[in-house]
């Protein structure tokens, strides 16, 4: 649960770990549901309405001005989204 | 950093195997991004964007926002797995790669996962000696670019010590293709030297379909290196680690090396290899450990609902398929023959990646000689010194055109040299600028005679020393005429000239 | 005069067009029942301040004789997960308040190049996260029926707005039901479009695969009004489906005229029995089924049986797709910053999203991060997926026999505020009946069937159609929607309790 907290990047208390590891089995109980059906010889779905091949002219199009791109921003500066410091390395 | 032990190269391919693998990420040089119809900053018409003007909501990760994929892209990408002796997969898929880190948009990288827009593959790799090294490729993916993070406060501009870091987005989402090698047997010695004509066979694949300006020091073209060492007669591969982002031709030969030193130093001292990212350090020629590999490879891929499956048709692929450059190995063989260049001619022209100038120079009607003159001589040198590419400064044809003047007659190479500033300062054609700058050659051997005499004249003690038999001494007096030309005189001409005066 | 608040969006456009009344007239009369009336229901997080401004400009237009659109200067309201240029957008979630879209979402982009006029953004739950709107960050929205029970959800505050006449036309989001739940708890229409039918872009997405945008409103064909608005191809949304579509309008005109119901066959599934309803639910659903055949309909008993793995199905994929869509709330771009001293990036992301998402949403990112963990992917989430083409199969069996299918719209009618939010699964278990067509895709349409015998709350009856057949609920749904509220004597809504500021 911890581990998944780090993945998700979501703090959880103590209360919450012991809560949401209760919850869990509501995965484990869906997933045995799904596995009475879900068989190697179905398969499967990943869009309800099958299409392929959609794509878009190599076209330039709207932009967003640097105003419009910071202007949500919690923290700028230089023209450039500004966060704390980064321990982690790059992918 | 503690220093790391190496062991002698030699040594350690005695105890040792190296196997190799290489990452190689491209990024196509499209109008626009891979899933968003912003500027490309891959491409050249935006290398000077200011941070975060290339941007389209998706490249933010804005709510609501939705990929949509670059038509242009997906062919680039079937164009580049051909040239790889790929197949090409009809239905690839993307897929989400989940991991959270500032410079990604949405927190997911649009990647390709278990269905690869190219698969089983391989390339020639011509090495110096012209031995052929065939290394196999695992598959060719598509998948988007993340922005880019600078690291303020610390002393190096590096990640560690730093206070606090700046995101620009305009490279979010810039179309790459990653290419992936299968792990390489039987490089032995030559290791270093493979993942070096590796690097450089595809950057001249990409060159050759025009899908990239694969301008390494910019991140068009960027390199992780696998090495992994198996003492001699063990199957088992060895633990490997990745060199990320070497971001030189030259510092690829480099790392591998230092990886098979560094790692043969360990395992013979009894230690073991972690399995870890390196980071490669141009300055020091070193690499240094990254993140180890376990918890960030939780990367809970899965098919990207936003998009659909990209299905090339068999028409669409043999269209691109018959419009395949020649393979680069092939390429060179023949141009180096047409050209009648020696081996070191040859290498320094493909190393500064110029032959598609020089064979358009050529085609335009000039020598191949003076062709290779021009682009590997001056030219090369202007670009260095304006932080250009050579192909940036000039059109062939107007160097051949340049070549035509010379070989007529009309400009010295001293001339020709001026003339060429000129074009790349873009006064005109070389002819305007011989116009323009009035740099022709003087022909008139009236004016060039009067200007001898009166240097003659000057140089009494010249004079006397030419009629004693020191010829040599007719130097002084050449440049002094050459001089009152502005240089517009043939030389040759005029030593004639001065020695015919002289003897009256 | 007539209270302009209590006519359907379709009344409203012919008044509009034959000048009548005024666009500034209709949006004053809407913004007047906000002012009186949304402080009990709380149906809107934001009310547009220049609404009046919009309408002013499409009387000019009209009055300069442009040519406008059949809804022109018709007021809409706008649910939260929908991004507006000219409002803040939050999805219902602490972690975007006072957002604001560089761009609109493509339904408010037509929305507004339509003439219609934008009341303001409605409550949902965090997210579209929830069957009760009771998840909002902002607070509950009630339900005008009995202000101590849920709107539906996750678009409560769309249906309650409409429902409370607040304004005659919504747009509302339905992932597993989000738009049908909540018309059947007010009695009011709704309908989820084929998926691809409506584009997405611009709609916060909670999980891209289900999500789908559509109209909400009081009458069957104000319902094919707005979905003329929004509907068709969206080159920004590539799952967006680029055939041309058939006036849902018209459709919806020609069903109220008559014999459609003559010979349509109607399948009812033999899964989903009576008693899985609450006895006023299935009441009245029998009762319209009754009404229906009396009027020539045939029904038909179909097979469904993996419906009954939908919900798995569903809260497989769901959390899976919405812990990843949720990833670039951050803190980073945009949004809420925590600020954690002396913190790395990471803390700061991690402590963001404790402090703004509610329990709901980090229980079902946590969840769909466990769904999509390595290993687990095949077993998990495509194991799910296997489950919708099963379920896809159900329905081309079933459409080969019927027009439609019908189903109670929900298994209850409005639970009180707070009875089930502690039972997630209890909650969960809402959306049985509808999310069979988010899995396949298929539009599915809610229209009140009459009120439950036990406690008086409004029941909704549910068409399902196969893909692309929208007109087909369209035709249907304005028949029995006829036929019912002639029956009734005058539309369900009527029967409402008035509510405070009612004059
Ligand atoms: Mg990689
Ligand atoms: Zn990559």
């Not at chain 2, 290419?179 to 060159?207: C, M, N, S, W």
């Not at chain 3, 009046?52 to 659109?69: T, W």
Request: net charge negative.
């Amino acid at each position: 649960m911890r581990h998944l907290g780090v993945l998700a990047r979501i703090q959880l208390s103590d209360a919450e770990v012991e809560r949401l590891t209760g919850q869990l089995d509501v995965i484990v109980d869906n997933i045995a549901k799904v596995s009475q059906v879900a068989t190697p010889d179905i398969p499967a779905t990943s869009h309800p309405i099958p299409l392929e091949n959609v794509f878009r002219a190599d076209e330039v199009g709207d932009m967003l001005t640097l105003e419009q791109a910071l202007r949500n921003a919690p923290d700028a500066a230089d023209g450039r989204f500004r966060v704390t410091a980064i321990l982690g390395e790059e992918q | 950093m503690a220093k790391d032990t190496l062991m002698d190269f030699d040594a350690a391919l005695e105890l040792f195997e190296p196997v190799l693998g290489f990452e190689v990420h491209v990024e196509l040089n499209t109008k626009t991004k891979m899933f968003s119809a912003a500027a490309n900053p891959a491409n050249s018409e935006n290398h000077d964007a200011a941070p975060n003007t290339l941007i389209a909501p998706v490249d933010l990760g804005l709510p609501g926002s939705l990929p949509v994929v670059n038509e242009t892209a997906v062919r680039y990408s079937i164009s580049l797995g051909l040239a790889l002796g790929c197949s090409i997969a009809s239905p690839s898929r993307f897929a989400r790669k989940n991991y959270f880190y500032p410079d990604l948009g949405k927190n997911y990288q649009i990647s390709q996962y278990d269905e690869p827009i190219a698969f089983e593959g391989s390339v020639d790799v011509e090495l110096a000696d012209g031995t052929i090294v065939t290394v196999p490729i695992e598959r060719a993916h598509m998948e988007e670019d993340a922005g880019k993070l600078s690291h303020v406060g610390g002393a190096t501009g590096r990640i560690q010590g730093a206070e606090y870091s700046l995101v620009d987005y305009n490279r979010a989402g810039v179309p790459l293709v990653e290419i992936v090698t299968k792990p390489i047997f039987g490089a032995e010695h030559r290791a270093p030297e493979i993942a070096k004509a590796y690097v450089q066979t595809i950057r001249d694949i990409v060159l050759s379909l025009g899908i990239s300006e694969a301008r390494m020091e910019r991140g068009n073209l960027r390199c992780d290196a696998n090495v992994s060492l198996r003492p001699r007669g063990q199957e088992k591969l060895g633990t490997r680690t990745e060199t990320k982002n070497v971001n030189s031709m030259r510092s690829v030969e480099r790392a591998v090396r230092y990886e098979i030193q560094r790692q043969a130093a360990i395992l013979a001292a009894g230690g073991t290899i972690t399995q870890e990212t390196r980071h490669w350090h141009e300055d020091t020629g070193t690499t240094s450990p990254g993140r180890p590999k376990s918890d960030a490879d939780d990367y809970r891929y899965f098919p990207e609902p936003d998009l659909l499956p990209v299905a090339p048709s068999v028409e669409l692929i043999e269209e691109l398929r018959s419009a395949l450059p020649e393979p680069p190995a092939v390429r060179r063989r023949r141009l180096k023959t047409e050209w009648g260049f020696t081996d070191l001619e040859f290498q320094d022209a493909a190393n500064s990646g110029i032959l598609p100038e020089i064979e358009a120079t050529v085609a335009a009607g000039a020598s191949p000689a003076s062709a290779r003159k021009w682009w590997t001589g001056e030219l090369t040198r202007i670009a260095k010194v304006e932080g250009k590419e050579p192909a940036e400064l000039v059109e062939p044809a107007a160097v051949a055109e340049l070549q035509r003047l010379v070989d007529a007659g009309t400009l010295t190479d001293k001339l020709a040299r001026q003339v060429l500033e000129g074009m790349v300062a873009g006064e005109g054609t070389p002819q305007q600028i011989v116009d323009a700058r009035g740099l022709a050659v003087v022909s008139d051997d009236g004016a060039l005679i009067a200007a001898i005499d009166e240097a003659l004249a000057a140089q009494p003690d010249v004079l006397a020393k030419i009629r004693d038999g020191k010829v040599q001494a007719a130097g002084a007096v050449i440049g002094a005429v050459m001089k009152a030309m502005r240089g517009q005189a043939d030389a040759a001409r005029v030593r004639e000239l001065v020695l015919e005066r002289a003897a009256q | 005069m007539t209270d302009l608040t209590r006519l359907s969006a379709a009344d409203l456009a012919d008044r509009l067009a034959s000048r009548e009344i005024s666009s500034v007239e209709a949006t004053r009369a809407h913004l007047d029942r906000i002012a009186a009336v949304d402080g009990d229901i709380r149906a809107f997080l934001h009310v547009s301040d220049h609404a009046l401004e919009v309408a002013a400009d499409i009387d000019r237009r009209r009055g300069a004789g442009d040519r406008l659109g059949p809804v022109a200067g018709v007021p809409l309201a706008i649910k939260d997960v929908l991004v507006t240029t000219d409002m803040p957008s939050t999805s219902g979630s602490k972690i975007l308040e006072g957002y604001l879209s560089p761009v609109d979402a493509t339904v408010v982009a037509r929305s507004r190049a339509a003439g219609l006029v934008p009341l303001g953004k409605t409550n949902m739950d965090e997210f579209a996260m929830g069957s009760s709107t009771e998840h909002s960050a902002y607070g509950a929205t009630h339900n005008p029926w009995d202000l101590d029970r849920i709107p539906g959800g996750s678009g409560g505050g769309s249906a309650a707005a409409v429902a409370a006449f607040e304004a005659p036309l919504a747009l509302g989001s339905d992932t597993g039901g989000s738009i049908r739940q909540p018309a059947h708890v007010t009695g009011t229409v709704g309908l989820k479009p084929t998926y691809g039918g409506v584009s997405r872009y611009g709609a916060i997405a909670l999980a891209s695969s289900l999500d789908q945008v559509g109209p909400v409103t009081r009458t069957v064909l104000d319902a094919g009004l707005l979905h003329d608005v929004i509907g068709g191809h969206d080159p920004h949304d590539s799952t967006s489906l680029a055939e041309a579509w058939p006036s849902f309008a018209a459709a919806a005109r020609e069903g109220a005229r008559g014999d459609v119901l003559k010979g349509l066959k109607v399948g009812v599934i033999k899964e989903l029995p009576d008693s899985g309803f609450q006895a006023g639910v299935s009441a009245s659903f029998r009762g319209a089924l009754a009404a229906m055949e009396a009027h020539g309909a045939e029904l038909v008993e179909i097979s469904a049986p993996h419906f009954e793995y939908g919900v798995a199905a569903y809260y497989l994929i769901l959390p899976a797709e919405a812990s990843s869509n949720l990833a670039k709330f951050d803190s980073v771009r945009f949004g809420l910053r925590v600020d954690v001293p002396g913190g790395t990036v990471e803390d700061v992301m991690a402590a963001t999203r404790d402090a703004g998402f509610g329990d709901e949403v980090k229980r079902r990112i946590i969840l769909g991060t466990y769904a999509l963990s390595a290993g687990y992917y095949d077993a998990y989430y495509g194991s799910a997926q296997k489950v919708r083409t099963l379920i896809q199969r159900d329905f081309d069996t079933a459409f080969a026999q019927v027009d439609v299918i019908a189903t109670p719209s929900a298994p209850t009618t409005a639970f009180r505020l707070g009875e089930k939010i502690d039972d997630p699964l209890q909650m969960y278990l809402n959306d049985v009946t509808t999310i069979p067509a988010n899995l396949a895709g298929v539009p599915g349409i809610s229209i009140p069937s009459g009120l439950a015998e036990e406690d008086g709350l409004p029941v909704g009856i549910q068409f399902l159609a196969p893909a692309r057949e929208d007109a087909r609920l369209y035709r249907v749904g304005a028949a029995l929607e006829a036929v019912l509220v002639d029956s009734w004597g005058a539309p369900l809504l009527d029967r409402a309790p008035m509510l405070g500021g009612a004059l």
